[in-house]
């Protein structure tokens, strides 16, 4: 399955996934003003993470942070789970979407959209 990403690219599941990941960020980088959260540590990861949930692909997105997830800065750490978070309450894997909650209950226990999954 291959679809068409925010960042110009399409999007495979496969061997060849990390190279086109890689040229959708410098694209990114070329095109777009740098933000705060542009510079943390594995933000790339988290907006990847947020193209493929938003364009229907959420196991994948699931699988991407979790492979990539040390690779993330602990400081933003709580939004790469979020997403995966999302991801899994739109595919209805419930017990995902709970054990996601928790850890991002850690840090943000008062986080509303986890509420009814602690």
């Not at 980088?29 to 947020?50: N, P, Q, T, W, Y």
């Not at 949930?53 to 979020?82: F, H, T």
């Amino acid at each position: 399955m291959s679809v068409r990403t925010q960042f110009g690219i399409n999007f495979t599941s496969g061997p060849s996934q990390a190279k086109k990941l890689a040229t959708a960020r410098k694209r990114r980088k070329k095109h777009k003003r740098i933000s705060f959260f542009e510079v943390s540590m594995g933000s790339d990861i988290i907006l990847d993470a947020a193209a493929l949930r938003a364009n229907g692909n959420y196991q994948a997105a699931i699988d991407y942070i979790e492979a990539n997830i040390e690779r993330v800065d602990s400081d933003i750490r709580v939004n790469a789970y979020l997403e995966a978070f999302r991801a899994a309450v739109a595919l209805r894997q419930n017990e995902k979407a709970r054990d996601y909650a928790a850890k991002i209950a850690q840090k943000e226990p008062n986080l509303p959209s986890i509420q009814d999954w602690i």
